[in-house]
């Protein structure tokens, strides 16, 4: 996984934490479980705390096999936050379940809630990449540095797909930025209207993020390459992806050679 995408500083990670009503509900959430599961222990016989401790250890133990297993498939820190939230959820659902399906019915309610009213932050950092509006983009390649290559990002963050690649177009502006080089990102979800003129058709939306590269004021390829017809790309967006579709290691040495 990314250490960028952990922003290097636990402090301002653990602020964030506090600040953002996603984690914050999230937490308050997981919490409750303690004072409930202590009541219920008051409640139930011997044979079914034991009943229910068992479970509660085979819930742990499953978690704890799954996020250790995301955390080395995933390349950024907002899609394993966004798995082990999804798993960790699951299993509390399903321990309530055990202890009383109102409990279970309680939290679905919650979780429901929180899906409603909150939302994922993404990625922050921006690298050396331009957060652009349309307008911005399409000065930029009309009447811009003609012999510049641009890579933008068109993303949307009310998708889950775009916060957990946010990190991805900022990190690689980091490594491959030069003068013949820049990285931009459009925001669809803030200029839906401006999706057609790049070719993104709006019921496509959900595909995002969508990476185009823009040379001389034309588009050059695209990734994912989408075939309307068909709607077919099988491999998941990547950073390795990234860089092999649109040769930045070949586009670097060319710099440096230069």
Sequence with gaps: MSQSSNNGNPMKSINRAISEPYYLLHFLAFFSYIPIRCSASHVFSPLRSSHLFHREIQAVLAFCVLSAVKVVKVETWEAFISDTLLFAKIFLIAIALVMDYHVALWYALVFSVIYVIAQQPAYEGLGTSNQLTPLQLETLLTEGNKSKIWLVEFRSLSTSGCINS?????????????????????????????????????????????????????????????????????????????????????????????
């Design 166 to 258: 946010s990190s991805f177009l900022p990190e690689l502006s980091i490594t491959y930025s030069s003068k013949y080089l820049s990285f931009g990102i459009v925001d669809l979800g803030l200029f839906p209207n401006a999706a057609e003129k790049f070719g993104i058709a709006l019921a496509s939306l959900y595909q995002l993020p969508i990476y185009i590269m823009f040379y001389d004021g034309a588009e050059l390829t695209r990734l994912p390459d989408v075939d309307f017809e068909t709607k077919v790309f099988d491999s998941p967006i990547s950073k390795k992806l990234l860089c092999r579709h649109f040769e930045l290691d070949k586009l670097l040495l060319n710099y440096v050679k230069s």
